[in-house]
């Protein structure tokens, strides 16, 4: 699938401690390095991204990638295996 990074909002963070932690928790998911197709960084933060593509879901979610590609601007080829977890807390972790 492809995602792209919505860059301005890294630095607020939810009760879950970090958005990693909050993506961990709804997903369920064990992840060990970077989505992003041909990368094996394991430096991983919660991105907040968009579905990319021909998508026009205005949602946001929250993805695992490194700290490289989440700061990638345009869009990035990531694996299907991995949940887009809601970043809207009202929904998840405020609710
Ligand atoms: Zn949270
Ligand atoms: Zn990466």
């Given at each position: 699938m492809k995602i792209k990074n919505i860059n301005r909002t890294s630095q607020t963070t939810c009760v879950c401690g970090s958005w990693l932690?909050?993506?961990?928790?709804?997903?369920?998911?064990?992840?060990?390095?970077?989505p992003a197709s041909r990368c094996l960084n394991e430096d991983l933060v919660g991105a907040h991204v968009q579905k990319g593509g021909?998508?026009?879901?205005?949602?946001?979610?929250?993805?695992?990638?490194c700290t490289d590609h989440s700061s990638y601007l345009?869009?990035?080829?990531?694996?299907?295996?991995?949940?887009?977890?809601?970043?809207?807390?009202?929904?998840?972790?405020?609710?």
């Open positions: 932690d909050h993506w961990k928790k709804f997903s369920g998911q064990p992840v060990t390095h970077c021909d998508s026009k879901d205005p949602e946001w979610y929250i993805y695992p990638l345009g869009e990035l080829e990531v694996s299907d295996s991995y949940m887009l977890i809601s970043a809207n807390k009202k929904e998840t972790c405020e609710r």
